[in-house]
């Protein structure tokens, strides 16, 4: 387990961008698969964009694909997550998620996971 502490949330208008930051506490955090997933009141997180323990593989959800890139900083245990173009559709919490495994696209894949941070985008 590490603790993991999102920032960079807020409100912008539609084609907007913003960074969301995740910092971690530990510095095995560079041997964790991380990944950002999101949730809007009354459903399940979603997956957004994970990127593997070695940062050699990034794989994106499709509503996001192109829009939006995931990318990490070993030197400061953080991983970030580069969203442009944002939409509507794209208001939620989102969260930050870490685990030693292999991760993937399910959120029972990770272990770790931040307090959240809240996107608000208008139209």
């Known amino acids: 387990q590490v603790q993991l502490v999102e920032s960079g949330g807020g409100l912008v208008q539609a084609g907007g961008s913003l960074r969301l930051s995740c910092a971690a506490s530990?510095?095995?955090?560079?041997?964790?698969?991380k990944a950002w997933f999101r949730q809007v009141p009354g459903k399940g997180r979603e997956f957004v964009a994970g990127?593997?323990?070695?940062?050699?593989?990034?794989y994106y959800a499709n509503s996001v694909k192109g829009r939006f890139t995931i990318s990490r900083d070993n030197a400061k245990n953080t991983v970030y997550l580069q969203m442009n173009s944002l939409k509507p559709d794209d208001t939620a919490v989102y969260y930050c998620?870490?685990?030693?495994?292999?991760?993937?696209?399910?959120?029972?894949?990770?272990?770790?996971w931040g307090q959240g941070t809240q996107v608000f985008v208008s139209s």
């Open positions: 998620a870490a685990d030693q495994s292999y991760g993937g696209r399910q959120p029972s894949s990770f272990g770790s």
């Open positions: 990127i593997d323990w070695a940062g050699s593989r990034t």
């Open positions: 530990a510095r095995t955090f560079n041997n964790y698969a």
